[in-house]
T-cell receptor, first 117, second 115 residues
Framework: AQKITQTQPGMFVQEKEAVTLDCTYD???????LFWYKQPSSGEMIFLIY??????QNATEGRYSLNFQKARKSANLVISASQLGDSAMYFC??????????????FGTGTKLQVIP | ETGVTQSPTHLIKTRGQQVTLRCSSQ?????VSWYQQALGQGPQFIFQ???????GRGNFPPRFSGLQFPNYSSELNVNALELDDSALYLC??????????????FGPGTRLTVT
């Protein structure tokens, strides 16, 4: 079963506009973490934002915010005021299990975001 | 810059050959994870090493093996290469079972092509 689903293979957004990248997940583990990575064409995975399953508030990191809807099992990434440098692949991922020790991380298939001047 | 380096950057091998990829972890990090990322896909977890012992493995056959050294650098070895092994291989280092992804740092990857 697909654990992380990203249904948008590609997205376009106008510079300075906001964009939402969708992510749904599936797990029976009560303790899990959800996060987003950015991967530019250079290949390096860049951590953007993290949401723990027990966190009460939605996570925010600068222009990035995570819209966490636990009942719907969704963890959408919102990028505000898009910049040309935001053009990249974006991956949603999930960590299952308690913190510390071995933790398996599952990635989605990614969404390619292109910011238009 | 994450402080995690990988070598080589690119590699071309022939089907049936063996390959060794290397990763140098960020200073002080005792845990390393390896991922395979096929073109157009998300990374898939291969295995994780903690203090020189494998402590977790994804759905990869035994011909994928690894080593972690006392200085916490590590290797990924793949025997009997197949065409489907062509991918970007990423390593990520962390300190003893990270609690948040920001504590896991990825290297730039090694692009392996099998012909």
């Amino acid at each position: 079963a697909q654990k992380i689903t990203q249904t948008q293979p590609g997205m376009f957004v106008q510079e300075k506009e906001a964009v939402t990248l969708d992510c749904t997940y599936d797990t029976s583990d009560p303790s899990y973490g959800l996060f987003w990575y950015k991967q530019p064409s250079s290949g390096e995975m860049i951590f953007l934002i993290y949401q723990g399953s027990y966190d009460q508030q939605n996570a925010t990191e600068g222009r990035y915010s995570l819209n966490f809807q636990k009942a719907r099992k969704s963890a959408n990434l919102v990028i505000s005021a898009s910049q040309l440098g935001d053009s990249a692949m974006y991956f949603c991922a999930m960590r299952e299990g308690e913190s510390g020790g071995y933790q398996k991380v599952t990635f989605g298939t990614g969404t390619k975001l292109q910011v238009i001047p | 810059e994450t402080g995690v380096t990988q070598s080589p950057t690119h590699l071309i091998k022939t089907r049936g050959q063996q390959v060794t990829l290397r990763c140098s972890s960020q200073s002080g990090h005792n845990t390393v994870s390896w991922y395979q990322q096929a073109l157009g896909q998300g990374p898939q977890f291969i295995f994780q090493y903690y203090r020189e012992e494998e402590n977790g493995r994804g759905n990869f056959p035994p011909r994928f093996s690894g080593l972690q050294f006392p200085n916490y650098s590590s290797e990924l070895n793949v025997n009997a290469l197949e065409l489907d092994d062509s991918a970007l291989y990423l390593c990520a280092s962390s300190l003893g079972g990270w609690t948040k992804p920001s504590e896991q740092y990825f290297g730039p990857g090694t692009r392996l092509t099998v012909t």
